[in-house]
């Protein structure tokens, strides 16, 4: 057996598995990383039809490795993670499944719990950065009654299947799983538990806004601008210190004219958008994300954050 050199060690810790590659969060991490000097193993899942992939492709980036890698295929996890010391993971619906449903929450956990397994298999897996949603936290009853939402917090399932939240529901349980196997296979995990993705591809269709009223009127409904969501992850990633779960936003919608201009988003070009809102009742924020705003501090003078 060779023994392994100084180099390869180097190797193998600036080589990291982005998976699903294939997604706007996904396919920005990738981009990102090989701007930062990384190896990147792009896991794809959906048979590599995205647009952002077949650029960096093109122009054949030493850096860049694809796969094509399905969660309910062992090996092909495997083969994406191999020589691999971390590991950013976001699950996006299969092609077959294109929408959120009661079924959808199954695929999820048994991804999450492939995905995780996989990497507890590997010699050189040190982090997993896990992407989430803030709709893994913000569910439950008598919410009124609830202090300001945290990290601390979940939603609550069976809440969620009375009220059919999916996305919610899928979250959770995918989250969970993967806390639980992590801790149980002694994996180091972060989670972050995103707010809303704005970007050209958000649609009125987006199951996270499925009770969007509701969060509003809770002072919960909250968005993330993609390149900020994706600083955040490889900032968590690179800190040894990072741990547990970050809410992640940097916009809260609880005015009139916030709610206005996120409904003009989700509005297609052809349809004529709202351009007032008669309630103008300003809502009271009510979720923080304190703890990611205290990492996120030390970061301000580096290049990341720029």
């Given at each position: 057996?060779e023994?392994?050199?100084f180099d390869?060690y180097?190797?193998?810790?600036?080589?990291?598995c982005?998976m699903?590659?294939?997604?706007?969060?996904?396919?920005?991490?990738?981009?990102?990383?090989?701007q930062r000097?990384y190896i990147?193993h792009?896991?794809?899942q959906?048979?590599g039809d995205s647009q952002?992939?077949?650029r960096?492709?093109i122009e054949?980036n030493?850096n860049?490795?694809?796969?094509?890698?399905?969660?309910?295929?062992?090996h092909s996890?495997?083969?994406a993670l191999?020589?691999?010391?971390?590991?950013?993971?976001?699950?996006?619906p299969p092609h077959d499944q294109?929408?959120?449903d009661e079924?959808m929450?199954?695929?999820?956990?048994r991804?999450?719990?492939?995905?995780?397994?996989?990497?507890?298999?590997?010699?050189?897996?040190d982090?997993?950065?896990?992407?989430s949603s803030?709709t893994?936290?913000i569910?439950r009853?008598n919410?009124?009654?609830?202090?300001?939402?945290d990290?601390?917090?979940?939603s609550?399932?069976?809440?969620?299947?009375?009220?059919?939240?999916?996305h919610?529901?899928?979250?959770?349980?995918?989250e969970?799983t993967?806390w639980a196997?992590?801790?149980d296979r002694?994996?180091?995990?972060?989670?972050?538990?995103a707010?809303l993705?704005?970007?050209p591809?958000l649609?009125?269709?987006n199951?996270y806004l499925?009770?969007a009223?509701?969060m509003y009127?809770?002072?919960v409904l909250v968005?993330v601008d993609?390149k900020?969501l994706?600083?955040t992850?490889i900032?968590v990633y690179e800190?040894?210190?990072?741990?547990?779960?970050y809410?992640c936003?940097?916009?809260?919608?609880?005015r009139?004219?916030?709610?206005v201009?996120?409904a003009?988003m989700?509005t297609p070009?052809?349809a004529?958008?709202p351009?007032?809102?008669?309630d103008?009742r300003?809502?009271e924020?009510r979720?923080?994300?304190?703890k990611?705003?205290?990492?996120m501090?030390?970061?301000?003078?580096?290049?990341?954050m720029e």
């Open positions: 057996m023994t392994a050199t390869d180097t190797t193998i810790s600036r080589t990291v982005v699903d590659a294939s997604g706007p969060l996904g396919s920005s991490l990738v981009d990102r990383l090989l000097g990147v792009a896991a794809l959906n048979h952002p992939m077949k960096l492709c054949n030493k860049l490795k694809t796969f094509h890698s399905d969660p309910f295929d062992f996890l495997m083969d191999k020589g691999c010391s971390g590991l950013f993971y976001s699950f996006e294109p929408t959120f079924f929450a199954d695929v999820e956990v991804a999450a719990h492939n995905v995780l397994e996989a990497c507890s298999q590997t010699d050189t897996i982090k997993v950065v896990f992407t803030v893994a936290v569910w009853e919410r009124k009654s609830t202090p300001d939402f990290e601390r917090n979940w609550d399932v069976n809440f969620c299947r009375k009220f059919k939240l999916w919610a529901l899928s979250k959770t349980l995918a969970k993967a196997l992590a801790m002694e994996l180091t995990m972060v989670t972050i538990n707010g993705v704005l970007g591809e649609s009125i269709t199951p499925k009770g009223a509701e009127e809770d002072g968005t993609l900020f994706v600083d992850h900032c800190d040894v210190s990072s741990y547990g779960r809410l936003f940097n916009h809260v919608i609880n009139p004219e916030d709610a201009k996120l003009q989700l070009a052809s004529s958008p351009e007032s809102c008669e103008t300003i809502f924020q979720i923080s994300n304190e990611l705003n205290k990492f501090m030390e970061f301000r003078g580096e290049s990341i």
